[in-house]
């Protein structure tokens, strides 16, 4: 791509958006920079990556096509004020931070720039993320599917809409955590049987890792590879039977259900910062 690449933060998140854009060549390291205002962050990331890192955000939107907000939910606010005069309608802002919705950066930077949400997770890391990507009211679909290409390479990415977003989150965007533990879980029940921990967290954790695959690379379905699986009779038909009459499956869905609220409610609270600050502004012009 012919566009530079400037990110906000450059953190653990940031960094595999920034590995995965290098390996995979559809950006070259003169076309990616980042702000850092953490030292070791910053010398871990130029060391790293060879791109140029500086301690001011204002530095690299004025050098940027594509800016990639990747910092902590609560600084946002704080940093769309400081870079809203150095922002341009050309420009495209990409944002991975949660409960930040579209409609809020684009009111905060009171211009009709491109704004793209992502959801990422920190699979990417390792290139086996999963990423779900939705645009805000001036956006393109070009420059949709020019972020759907960029997150592509930390593993899969998929369009969505921003209602979703929140659901998403649950289901993907916090999911890893839900998973290692129930891999946890099934390693130390491993463990109470007489295995070694971490050869029971490794038969778990591959084993996930397998079933995973399965599904995605398969096409079958998660009941469909139940039953492959199940011989009558036989031990996963006994393990099967207490997961059924358990209430696990309550469980993961309130899990699922409360973590979505959550998101829903850092974005009306987020819209509500904005919203009071910019109230506050117009008024003061008003008054002067």
Known sequence: ?????????????????????????????????????????????????????????????????????ATK???????????????????????????ISTHLIESALE????????????????????SAVCKGKYATDETLNLAIDMFSKLGKAIK???????????????GPAFYYYIINEIARAGEKLGLDYKTSLTLSAQTALGAAKMILE??????????????????????????????ISKVLHETVRKTAEKSEAMAKEAEKRIKLRNDTSSHSVRTI
Not at 19 to 37: M, P, R, V
Not at 111 to 129: F, S
């Open 1 to 69: 791509m012919n566009k530079t690449v400037g990110f906000i933060g450059a953190g653990k998140m940031a960094s595999a958006i920034i590995k995965g854009l290098l390996d995979s060549e559809l950006f070259t390291k003169e076309q990616l920079c980042a702000a850092e205002i953490n030292s070791i962050n910053a010398q871990k990331a130029e060391q790293e990556f060879g791109i140029k890192i500086t301690d001011k955000a204002d530095d690299v939107v004025k050098n940027s096509d594509i800016i990639v907000i």
């Open 73 to 99: 939910p609560f600084a946002v606010k704080e940093l769309l004020e400081k870079i809203k005069p150095y922002v341009t309608e050309k420009q495209i802002i990409i944002s991975i931070a949660a409960g």
């Open 111 to 130: 211009k009709n720039v491109q704004v793209i949400k992502v959801m990422p997770n920190t699979p990417a890391l390792l290139g086996t993320g999963m």
């Open 160 to 174: 969505c809409e921003e209602k979703d977003i929140d659901a998403i989150t649950g289901v993907s965007g916090s």
């Open 218 to 247: 398969t096409g079958l379905t998660p009941e469909e590879l139940i039953t492959n699986v199940t011989t009558p009779g036989g031990t996963t038909a006994e393990g099967n039977k207490v997961l059924n009459e358990s209430d």
